[in-house]
């Protein structure tokens, strides 16, 4: 079992930035990996993805640049650096972890993940 643990989220203020961190046990850089957030009374949806080697990356287009996902594979932690934040922003944020063979695919549905982390809440006020 991979043990995924997010950190980074809290609260701040519209147009400010927060990092969130993402670490995950086990063979990291076999890990594709990804963001997904689910606000209250809203489904999880997908927020970014990065392949696992790091070189391809994806974004929902609500976020596209704005946000930034980022991997170290030497420290078994990936990133969201999250600028210019909105209150529709706001959610929890969930890690996710798949051991797959490709270093270039990018996953970008729920299903194709089977580990996932607690969540960290983001809260964006105005």
């Known amino acids: 079992q991979v043990q995924v643990v997010e950190s980074g989220g809290g609260l701040v203020q519209a147009g400010g930035s927060l990092r969130l961190s993402c670490a995950a046990s086990g063979p990291f850089g076999n890990y594709a990996m990804g963001w997904f957030r689910q606000a209250p009374g809203k489904e999880r949806e997908f927020v970014s993805a990065i392949s696992r080697s790091g070189d391809n990356t994806y974004y929902t287009d609500s976020v596209k640049g704005r946000f930034t996902i980022s991997r170290d594979n030497a420290k078994n932690t990936m990133f969201l650096h999250m600028n210019s934040l909105k209150p529709e922003d706001t959610a929890v944020y969930y890690c996710?972890?798949?051991?797959?063979?490709?270093?270039?695919?990018?996953?970008?549905?729920?299903?194709?993940?089977?580990?996932w982390g607690q969540g960290t809440q983001v809260t964006v006020f105005s």
């Open positions: 996710a972890v798949v051991d797959f063979s490709s270093l270039v695919v990018l996953l970008f549905r729920p299903y194709e993940y089977d580990n």
